[in-house]
């Protein structure tokens, strides 16, 4: 049981304790006391044993206390303090002897100009630091019929002096303003032993190893996971003993501070805090194997979700002097909320730049959702995208689901291949667009969204418009912010440097240019990449298999030679003009211009006098 103990010198300290705060410990909201007269020859003991049964406070006289107050660190240590009052009070007692001894403890506060004249003048005034002083101080006194001695109550028990004594009581007021004091200052620490203890629950159940010291490595805490960690005791009282210091700093800092502890390896970040303007840390231990199985585990959930962007700018690499500029522009974009439509051949890397914008904005840290509207008949599109309640359709799940839309929110969702989008679902899109909320199919309530929305397209989405297949709405709510990735005919630059990539790549280590012979140069740059970054990495694979320097032809090396050669007016070997490549290339132009002007491939064969057939084959 919880209560305040008090060590008296005699029976009658004892009595007058008890007397004194008889009435107020019967209060609700009081603590209860123990009065314990004081065992002399067991008094680190007896005080322990108070301890053990429930002492909160400590409260003991003058001597005592000083013996008591260095060694007992597990609760506060009080002193009974007497007053100048309660000194003359037992001065009084002994006015009638001619000569008074006053013993005092050098620690007590005695005005003795507050003495009458008449028993100043007889009394003699000593003082002693502690027990064995006090005792030698006894011993070397004057013994006489008409001389008293007055003070603390241990007198009697300690000396067979032939002096009467008269002791030195505090008053009730001061017993009862010491348990007051006592009583507040337990209740103190009960409620800051309550946090602590909450402190240490908190910290003995995370999965971190933590140390708390000072600046001058002093430990105030260690949970259970760092004793485990380190193999050390709850006691261990130096960081100096586990760790050592960081070399070049005089504190125990630690950043990313790799320590081997078999069969752990651990990693360690202390964080400075301050407390009473006094800097102390916190270090946090965490094991690297547990660490990677996390972020394993996270990967591997979060990529079961297909909620993640793993490529960024870096991933996209270029020579091409075009091809830099876009990147620059796409960074730009980034920092920006706005929709994107992103336009480029199949192959070019549209997907590619579509993570890099979700990595490198605000985003980031939240999904991306990417979704191949292509891949999927209008019906489940719809679903997928959108979501569903219980019941809405046959075959629905009987929990519903959560569409598309929702769980990119707060993060980036990436719309594939968008032109191929049925226009009822182009309409519900609009409205999502518009009111940044979604509803489930089958619902009758809204989502509130916070999503950023990048779509692509392969082919000319003007068209498609023109041709009444794609919203015209709907395509001025998506292209705010717009990205024509070229094709990589477009990028003469990148054809053999990403060959050398990827032919690096398979290698494992990095071929130069002037590893690949100069007739396979040559028909790479001449070869037309209808398949683009995919068709480049397929051709470096084989040549990488079963390639041979010194092949007469590289023919064998791409998928289709003769389609589409790469056009050249002028031979770049023989510097000679080939007419027939010249009216090609013109009629070509001829039909681009007027397919970019937003006439179909129809209107176009119409007005050329041609086939559509024919038209078809100049585009080749």
Same mark, same amino acid.
């Given at each position: 049981?919880?209560?305040?103990?008090?060590?008296? *010198?005699?029976?009658?300290?004892?009595?007058?304790?008890?007397?004194?705060?008889?009435? &107020?410990?019967?209060?609700?909201?009081?603590?209860?006391?123990?009065?314990?007269?004081?065992?002399? $020859? &067991?008094? /680190?003991?007896?005080?322990?044993?108070?301890?053990?049964?429930?002492?909160?406070?400590?409260?003991?006289?003058?001597?005592?206390?000083?013996?008591?107050?260095?060694?007992?660190?597990?609760?506060?240590?009080?002193?009974?303090?007497?007053?100048?009052?309660?000194?003359?009070?037992?001065?009084?007692?002994?006015?009638?002897?001619?000569?008074?001894?006053?013993?005092?403890?050098?620690?007590?506060?005695?005005?003795?100009?507050?003495?009458?004249?008449?028993?100043?003048?007889?009394?003699?005034?000593? +003082?002693?630091?502690?027990?064995?002083?006090?005792?030698?101080?006894?011993?070397?006194?004057?013994?006489?019929?008409?001389?008293?001695?007055?003070?603390?109550?241990?007198?009697?028990?300690?000396?067979?002096?032939?002096?009467?004594?008269?002791?030195?009581?505090?008053?009730?007021?001061?017993?009862?303003?010491?348990? =007051?004091?006592? &009583?507040?200052?337990?209740?103190? $620490? @009960?409620?800051?032993?309550?946090?602590?203890?909450?402190?240490?629950?908190?910290?003995?159940?995370?999965?971190?190893?933590?140390?708390?010291?000072?600046?001058?490595?002093?430990?105030?805490?260690? !949970?259970?996971?760092?004793?485990?960690?380190? @193999?050390?005791?709850?006691?261990?009282?130096?960081?100096?003993?586990?760790?050592?210091? =960081?070399?070049?700093?005089?504190?125990?800092?630690?950043? !990313? *501070?790799?320590?081997?502890?078999?069969?752990?390896?651990?990693?360690?970040?202390?964080?400075? /805090?301050?407390?009473?303007?006094? +800097?102390?840390?916190?270090?946090?231990? #965490?094991?690297?194997?547990?660490?990677?199985?996390?972020?394993?585990?996270? #990967?591997?959930?979060?990529?079961?979700?297909?909620?993640?962007?793993?490529?960024?700018?870096?991933?996209?690499?270029?020579?091409?002097?075009?091809?830099?500029?876009?990147?620059?522009?796409?960074?730009?974009?980034?920092?920006?909320?706005?929709?994107?439509?992103?336009?480029?051949?199949?192959? *070019?890397?549209?997907?590619?730049?579509?993570?890099?914008?979700? $990595?490198?904005?605000?985003?980031?840290?939240?999904? /991306?959702?990417?979704? !191949?509207?292509?891949?999927?008949?209008?019906?489940?599109?719809?679903?997928?995208?959108?979501?569903?309640?219980?019941?809405?359709?046959?075959?629905?799940?009987?929990?519903?689901?959560?569409?598309?839309?929702?769980?990119?929110?707060?993060?980036?969702?990436?719309?594939?291949?968008?032109?191929?989008?049925?226009?009822?679902?182009?309409?519900?899109?609009l409205r999502v667009l518009e009111t940044k909320q979604v509803m489930r199919i089958g619902s009758d309530y809204v989502i509130p969204l916070d999503i950023r929305i990048i779509s692509a397209t392969n082919t000319d989405i003007i068209e498609k418009i023109n041709e009444g297949a794609f919203r015209k709405d709907l395509y001025f709510r998506l292209n705010t912010l717009t990205l024509t990735l070229p094709s990589l005919d477009e990028r003469p630059a990148d054809i053999v440097y990403l060959f050398l990539h990827f032919?690096?790549?398979?290698?494992? &280590?990095?071929?130069?240019?002037?590893?690949?012979?100069?007739?396979?140069?040559?028909?790479?740059?001449?070869?037309?990449?209808?398949? !683009?970054?995919?068709?480049?990495?397929?051709?470096?694979?084989?040549?990488?298999?079963?390639?041979?320097?010194?092949?007469?032809?590289?023919?064998?090396? /791409?998928?289709?030679?003769?389609?589409? @050669?790469?056009?050249?007016?002028?031979?770049?070997?023989?510097?000679?003009?080939?007419?027939?490549?010249?009216?090609? +290339?013109?009629?070509?132009?001829?039909?681009?211009?007027?397919?970019?002007?937003?006439?179909?491939?129809?209107?176009?064969?119409?007005?050329?006098?041609?086939?559509?057939?024919?038209?078809?084959?100049?585009? @080749?």
């Amino acid at each position: 049981m919880e209560k305040i103990c008090f060590l008296a *010198t005699d029976q009658v300290m004892k009595n007058k304790i008890e007397q004194a705060l008889w009435n &107020h410990t019967k209060e609700p909201d009081s603590m209860p006391i123990d009065v314990a007269i004081l065992d002399f $020859n &067991h008094i /680190f003991r007896q005080a322990r044993d108070m301890i053990k049964e429930g002492a909160q406070v400590l409260i003991a006289s003058g001597g005592t206390y000083q013996e008591l107050a260095p060694v007992i660190r597990e609760v506060p240590v009080l002193r009974l303090y007497i007053s100048t009052y309660d000194i003359m009070y037992a001065l009084e007692q002994a006015r009638k002897y001619k000569k008074i001894y006053l013993l005092l403890n050098s620690s007590v506060i005695f005005e003795s100009s507050m003495c009458p004249p008449e028993l100043r003048s007889k009394t003699e005034i000593y +003082t002693y630091k502690d027990r064995p002083d006090l005792e030698h101080l006894v011993d070397s006194l004057d013994v006489g019929p008409d001389i008293a001695i007055v003070g603390t109550a241990i007198l009697p028990r300690i000396t067979n002096i032939p002096l009467p004594i008269f002791t030195i009581m505090p008053s009730n007021p001061t017993i009862f303003s010491l348990y =007051q004091y006592a &009583h507040d200052l337990a209740s103190f $620490n @009960k409620r800051e032993r309550q946090q602590l203890s909450l402190l240490s629950s908190v910290l003995s159940h995370v999965d971190e190893g933590i140390i708390m010291y000072d600046a001058e490595g002093t430990i105030s805490h260690i !949970n259970k996971q760092a004793r485990l960690f380190l @193999k050390i005791r709850e006691d261990t009282p130096s960081m100096e003993t586990i760790l050592p210091r =960081q070399q070049g700093s005089h504190a125990y800092s630690y950043s !990313n *501070t790799i320590v081997e502890k078999p069969p752990y390896t651990l990693v360690l970040n202390s964080s400075p /805090f301050s407390i009473d303007k006094q +800097t102390r840390y916190i270090l946090s231990i #965490r094991d690297v194997t547990q660490l990677q199985k996390m972020e394993k585990n996270i #990967r591997y959930k979060l990529s079961k979700t297909g909620l993640t962007a793993v490529h960024h700018f870096a991933d996209i690499l270029t020579a091409d002097a075009k091809m830099k500029a876009l990147k620059a522009t796409a960074e730009t974009m980034a920092a920006y909320d706005a929709p994107i439509l992103i336009q480029g051949e199949s192959g *070019t890397g549209k997907e590619l730049f579509a993570q890099s914008i979700h $990595n490198a904005s605000p985003r980031r840290s939240g999904p /991306f959702v990417a979704v !191949n509207c292509a891949a999927l008949p209008p019906e489940l599109l719809e679903s997928e995208l959108f979501g569903y309640e219980s019941g809405a359709f046959t075959g629905a799940r009987k929990e519903g689901k959560a569409g598309l839309f929702e769980l990119a929110h707060g993060g980036t969702i990436f719309l594939d291949e968008i032109n191929s989008m049925s226009p009822a679902i182009q309409s519900k899109l609009l409205r999502v667009l518009e009111t940044k909320q979604v509803m489930r199919i089958g619902s009758d309530y809204v989502i509130p969204l916070d999503i950023r929305i990048i779509s692509a397209t392969n082919t000319d989405i003007i068209e498609k418009i023109n041709e009444g297949a794609f919203r015209k709405d709907l395509y001025f709510r998506l292209n705010t912010l717009t990205l024509t990735l070229p094709s990589l005919d477009e990028r003469p630059a990148d054809i053999v440097y990403l060959f050398l990539h990827f032919l690096s790549e398979f290698a494992g &280590h990095t071929v130069k240019k002037s590893a690949l012979p100069e007739p396979l140069r040559q028909a790479l740059q001449d070869h037309h990449w209808w398949g !683009n970054i995919r068709e480049i990495r397929s051709t470096a694979l084989r040549y990488y298999i079963y390639g041979k320097p010194d092949s007469p032809s590289y023919d064998y090396l /791409f998928d289709q030679t003769n389609h589409k @050669k790469r056009v050249h007016l002028i031979d770049p070997r023989t510097f000679k003009l080939d007419m027939k490549k010249a009216q090609h +290339t013109f009629q070509q132009l001829v039909i681009n211009d007027l397919l970019e002007q937003g006439y179909t491939k129809t209107e176009v064969a119409s007005m050329l006098n041609i086939t559509r057939q024919t038209l078809f084959n100049h585009l @080749k």
